[in-house]
């Protein structure tokens, strides 16, 4: 049996040993002072979280075991590793199969950018107990495509973040995860064009483009979109169809002229829309704004017309929104935060 006290483990390796500890396991290792032996008792958990791994792998590996050969389930897989060291790569490997067979819900994995560590990405998508799926840092150019026809339905959360991937990878992942509800992009590098076109029951999407990464959106169960626009030309984004959307809320400095008059007017209606630009681009939105609801009045068929618009400012110093006018040219601020209400 693995023994460890207080005097051998780093007060951060015991922080977080804590949190995957079974509350008779912590008991054992005499690691736990009294108040936490009390909140551990009120509060047990089965997480397995664990950071700065060189000094700690055979520590962390032992206990890994443990629940291995108790077969304990394991409700969340945290990691996280800023080193580049190989040698940790088989372990990284092991304990993911480890979680795997314990019923892991879910799995929040980082690594360091440019990392040769190889992510066995769809080992971890068959996992049918897999609901949340958090990545960071990882190459996924270096995985072979899949080539079998089957589809992963029981994750619903995608996050990926600073990971390097092709377009086709992409489209390998979501068509297999299609029925995710929520799915964050950012700052994914490798993609030319991002496009999400098959997600049946998608509700919310996160994206912060690379560069210039054209996105293409066509969910007709969508209803929230986070989009940071990080191109230097002409924008990128546009919405297909997205009849439900609820709220967008738009990060960058792109003119949205033409995105206002192919998206708002026919392809989707949000109640809400938050922009943090430029002046320029507040005052031209407020322009088209102004533009479609005096052309609600008119004959010209629109599959849905703005009947009424309400503006907010963000007020910095105070933490809180406050009405203004909609006065297009009046509000000449060099980078402000609004909040439009939309009554179509």
């Not at 079974?22 to 108040?35: G, N, P, Q, R, Y």
């Not at 304990?72 to 080193?83: G, N």
């Not at 590098?189 to 998608?202: A, C, P, V």
């Amino acid at each position: 049996m693995m023994r460890a006290t207080s005097d051998i483990l780093s007060d951060c390796l015991i922080h977080k040993i804590l949190s995957f500890l079974s509350f008779k396991e912590a008991t054992k290792m005499s690691i736990l002072s009294k108040t936490w032996l009390r909140a551990w008792s009120t509060h047990p958990n089965l997480e397995f979280k664990v950071d700065y791994l060189n000094d700690n792998m055979k520590k962390v590996d032992s206990i890994m075991e443990r629940y291995h050969d108790g077969k304990i389930p394991i409700e969340r897989f945290e990691l996280s590793d800023s080193s580049y060291s190989q040698e940790i790569f088989p372990l990284f490997d092991k304990w993911l199969h480890i979680a795997l067979q314990n019923g892991v819900k879910d799995i929040i994995f980082g690594v360091p950018r440019y990392t040769s560590y190889t992510l066995p990405i769809f080992t971890i998508f068959a996992a049918k107990s897999l609901r949340e799926l958090v990545l960071n840092g990882f190459n996924l150019k270096r995985v072979p495509l899949s080539s079998d026809v089957v589809n992963y339905n029981s994750l619903r959360k995608l996050s990926l973040s600073y990971i390097s991937l092709d377009d086709n990878m992409l489209q390998t992942l979501l068509n297999k995860c299609s029925l995710i509800v929520s799915l964050v992009l950012e700052h994914c590098f490798g993609l030319e064009k991002i496009e999400l076109l098959n997600l049946q029951r998608i509700k919310s999407v996160t994206i912060k483009t690379f560069r210039n990464q054209r996105v293409k959106i066509e969910a007709p169960t969508l209803e929230h979109l986070y989009y940071f626009d990080a191109g230097e030309g002409y924008p990128m984004l546009d919405i297909i169809n997205a009849p439900n959307l609820v709220s967008l809320e738009y990060i960058g400095d792109q003119i949205p002229k033409t995105f206002v008059d192919a998206n708002l007017q026919w392809n989707c209606h949000p109640r809400k829309v938050f922009l943090v630009t430029t002046s320029k681009m507040i005052s031209c939105f407020m322009d088209r704004l102004m533009n479609m609801k005096s052309s609600s009045h008119e004959s010209r068929p629109l599959r849905c017309k703005l009947q009424e618009v309400t503006t907010y400012k963000f007020d910095w110093e105070n933490q809180n929104w406050h009405p203004v006018e909609l006065e297009s040219g009046k509000l000449a601020l060099s980078r402000d935060k609004f909040y439009f209400l939309l009554d179509w």
